[in-house]
């Protein structure tokens, strides 16, 4: 039989999503679920794993998960194409997180990088909640129950992939082949991979306030940009300016199109000119995040207008995570049968087992 292929990916809902989610994985995420390629795709919101770190606000993980929802449809999430649903609904989850907490060592944990660097930003190092320590099982869980064969994330995520896939082959090894082994996907856009905040540090991040969000009003996208971080020695229009680390044109690189030039700056035919102009000068700011800016616009005004939809029916909008929830709950209690089974805890359908021991208890009476 031939084994379906099967996306499985998603986001904390902690905040609404910004352009680093857009161009990192959503719109590619659309893209897929519009190829045709895929069996099934499954996309949650990981709200369990947000209150790894958020245990003691609840209520911002609650009010942020029609946030992200409201994102996804906006962006063209098509709950007819893609299974959209919340971690915390799906408990068999859990009892996957608890069998596979078993196959992976403590000091296996420490030597992740994602999570060194995470518990670095969360200044976690003398007070580790275990919840978080080990969420890089709770996602193997997320994965394995819905058999994902592809998982779309940007390469900080690889790390958290591999150690996924030990599990999955660790297990397979001890029980027997049970779980599927998931490939990662990058980004082929490699200006996507990890898009830097507006201020240009590493990271857009919600908690650094760094971010353009996908539901910004146009004129505070425009503002953002206004005052984001280019080159700090590129004081004058003559001077020769930095196309490298600077946050306007590794914008542009994920962003930018050739049509956009002939529409909002016709003066260059390209990125290629445009960076050209720059690096030697004679360009402003102001005129190339101008450009950025309409760009920006273009890409963002439709996912604006489809949200101001979503938003006027929010009922509808929680049946449908509602039912998405139904559906992931089957496929996920599909696979957790089957690793019990394999585990030799079925204990109660086994009536191999049950007869075997009747037979044995028998014999000795």
């Known amino acids: 039989m031939k084994q379906e292929k099967i996306i499985l990916t998603g986001d904390r809902p902690t905040g609404k999503l910004h352009i680093g989610h857009y161009v990192g994985s959503l719109k590619r995420r659309v893209e897929l679920q519009n190829s045709g390629l895929y069996d099934k795709i499954?996309?949650?919101?990981?709200?369990?794993?947000?209150?790894?770190?958020?245990?003691?606000?609840?209520?911002?993980?609650?009010?942020?998960?029609?946030?992200?929802?409201?994102?996804?449809?906006?962006c063209g999430i098509d709950p007819s194409k893609s299974t959209i649903f919340i971690q915390s609904q799906i408990p068999e989850l859990c009892e996957l997180t608890?069998?596979?907490m078993d196959l992976v060592t403590v000091s296996r944990l420490q030597r992740n990088p994602t999570v060194k660097t995470e518990i670095q930003m969360r200044n976690f190092e003398t007070s580790i909640p275990v919840g978080f320590f080990t969420y890089p099982i709770s996602q193997a869980a997320d994965i394995t129950a819905f058999k994902a064969t592809t998982v779309p994330v940007g390469e900080d995520q690889e790390p958290m992939l591999e150690q996924a896939r030990e599990i999955v082959?660790?297990?397979?090894?001890?029980?027997?082949?049970?779980?599927v082994e998931p490939d990662i996907l990058l980004p082929d856009n490699t200006a996507c991979l990890r898009l830097p905040g507006t201020d240009g540090k590493a990271k857009m991040s919600k908690s650094l306030g760094n971010c353009i969000y996908l539901s910004d009003p146009a004129d505070e996208v425009e503002k953002k940009i206004r005052?984001?971080?280019?080159d700090p020695d590129h004081?004058?229009?003559?001077?020769?300016?930095?196309?490298?680390?600077?946050?306007?044109?590794t914008y542009l690189d994920a962003f930018s199109r050739p049509e956009h030039f002939s529409r909002y700056l016709p003066d260059y035919a390209n990125l290629d000119e445009l960076k050209a102009h720059y690096r030697r000068g004679g360009l402003g700011d102001v005129k190339v995040k101008k450009f950025l800016s309409a760009v920006m616009q273009?890409?963002?005004?439709?996912?604006?207008?489809r949200r101001k939809e979503f938003e006027k029916d929010i009922p509808a909008v929680y049946d449908m995570l509602r039912q998405g929830c139904e559906v992931a709950r089957e496929a996920a209690a599909q696979t957790l049968s089957e690793v019990r089974r394999a585990m030799?805890?079925?204990y109660f359908e086994d009536e191999a087992l049950i007869a075997e021991q009747?037979?044995?208890f028998k014999t000795q009476a």
Do not use: C, H, W
């Open 358 to 360: 009747a037979a044995r």
């Open 98 to 100: 608890f069998y596979f």
């Open 169 to 179: 082959r660790r297990f397979n090894y001890i029980y027997g082949e049970t779980l």
């Open 235 to 249: 004081l004058r229009v003559s001077d020769p300016g930095k196309v490298e680390g600077n946050t306007v044109f």
């Open 42 to 74: 499954f996309i949650f919101e990981a709200d369990g794993q947000a209150l790894t770190d958020n245990i003691d606000n609840p209520e911002k993980v609650r009010q942020n998960v029609i946030e992200v929802a409201l994102d996804y449809l906006a």
């Open 344 to 346: 030799k805890i079925n």
């Open 227 to 230: 005052s984001m971080y280019t």
């Open 298 to 305: 273009e890409e963002l005004e439709p996912i604006r207008q």
